[in-house]
């Protein structure tokens, strides 16, 4: 395939009436398929059913009290049970001590935490650091929540810290920065031990600056090299900077999504406020649920085994996506796709001002893809170039489908641009 750069402007128009000659034919098959869903497919599903027999009251009457002095059908216990937080904090590379489990959502606790935060802040214009492309959902709390959004380049080793370290510890209105540190929704980037370390050495202008640091794809591993990620928790502890992060993740992507059990993890004095917001407004959350996983999977390498189950799933996915951007677009020299090792997404780059056009051209050729700018505050990809590729929910051949459409509309798009230039 040749590189888009040699074409002059009748080898370009030559190039998009071919791709449009292509895309006509999938039109007209009438099809309607999805690569926008970041959830786990029924099969992933599937593996987690035997969640649902853990509790078996016939076998084992007294199950409800066996494993606490507390009886886990009633209220209390607001941090969740000691073998809920013990599991929680091996997955979350924490002192089982700095855990609290709590509902069945992280992004419910993280929303919870902004806004505890935000109640203390006494500056009019709070500030957080949004690294990009990140997590939609991140950005929607902030701004929902009427806290101005900055834009910071991820790059292979995670967010670019010297804009970081520049923004937080000369602007007292910087009180946050999103993390997704490892396999991030959608780079696929894990943070390099030089940046989990600059950021453990975080000295910020606002005493109340914290890192919301989102361990959502903690175990989600599919390559036989996967990443490996610094405990933020040891390093602060290590900087002396015992306050500054507040951890989340949760078993959605491992258990059941919306059916897993939750958890967030920071230093005593963190959790001690926390708690004592919680009482306001809840009395306990669903330890049944977390006796259920706890049973179910038992400790750290039960969760790896499981996960280690998904990825037989998983891998052909990504492997079926990344092999036809190669075959349709490789030698094209005008895109750039991730290759990552585990979690939920393929990040791909194309020219600028080209990923509204495709989604477009898929949308009208039956595939929905992420909305163009969802990875960006504002929804605003400043070069409209990225797109967000989820391929866990669909089959393989919807998949297959679905990437070929994709890899066509992107074709004409990127004509379309150079051919404008
Ligand atoms: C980075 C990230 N964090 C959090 C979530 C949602 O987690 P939960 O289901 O625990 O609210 C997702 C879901 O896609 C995610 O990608």
């Known amino acids: 395939m040749p590189s888009l750069a040699t074409l002059d ?28 869903r970041g959830k786990p497919s029924p099969d992933q599903l599937d593996l987690s059913l035997g969640l649902l027999d853990v509790l078996d009251s016939q076998s084992d009457p007294g199950l409800y009290l066996a494993h606490t002095t507390s009886d886990l059908r009633n209220y209390g216990m607001l941090g969740g049970i000691p073998q809920a937080r013990a599991l929680m904090a091996a997955l979350m590379d924490v002192d089982p001590d700095h855990v609290m489990v709590l509902g069945n959502s992280s992004l ?68 946050g ?40 794809y903690a175990v989600h591993d599919f390559s036989d090299t996967p990443d490996q990620l610094l405990s933020l928790e040891a390093e602060c502890l290590k900087a002396d900077n015992p306050d500054i992060y507040f951890i989340f993740a949760s078993t959605s992507k491992i258990s059941f999504a919306s059916g897993g059990i939750a958890a967030i993890a920071s230093s005593p004095a963190n959790l001690a406020k926390i708690e004592s917001d919680l009482s306001f407004h809840n009395i306990g959350p669903d330890k049944l649920n977390q006796l259920r996983h706890v049973l179910f999977f038992k400790d750290l390498a039960g969760i790896k085994a499981h996960m280690a189950k998904q990825a037989e799933l998983i891998r052909p996915k990504f492997a079926s996506v990344l092999a036809t951007l190669e075959s349709e677009l490789g030698g094209l020299e005008a895109a750039e796709w991730s290759h990552p090792n585990g979690g939920y997404f393929i990040c791909f780059k194309g020219l600028s001002g080209t990923a509204a056009r495709t989604i477009a051209l898929c949308a009208e050729s039956g595939v929905t893809l992420t909305g163009a700018g ?38 004409i798009a990127a004509a379309e641009r150079l051919l404008a230039l």
Not at 187 to 205: E, H, K, N, Q
């Open 177 to 216: 920065i999103w993390c997704v540190p490892k396999y991030g929704n959608p780079s696929g980037i894990t943070y390099s031990d030089d940046t989990v370390r600059r950021f453990a050495r975080l000295r910020p202008a606002a005493p109340d600056f914290r890192i919301y640091w989102d361990n959502a």
């Open 9 to 36: 402007k009748d080898g370009l128009e030559a190039f998009k009436e071919g791709a449009e000659r292509e895309l006509a034919d999938f039109k007209a098959q009438s099809l309607s398929l999805n690569m926008s």
């Open 374 to 411: 969802a990875p960006f505050p504002y929804h605003k990809d400043p070069e409209d170039r990225v797109i967000r590729i989820a391929p866990t929910y669909p089959g393989l051949v919807e998949l297959k489908t679905a990437s070929e459409i994709l890899c066509t509309a992107y074709k």
């Open 108 to 175: 419910n606790i993280m929303y919870d935490t902004v806004a505890r935060e935000l109640r203390a802040w006494s500056c009019a214009a709070p500030k957080f650091i949004c690294p990009v492309p990140g997590y939609d959902r991140h950005f929607g709390v902030t701004e929902h929540l009427g806290i101005e959004m900055v834009n910071v380049e991820i790059g292979p080793d995670g967010p670019d810290m010297d804009v970081v370290e520049q923004l937080v510890q000369n602007d007292p209105d910087v009180k």
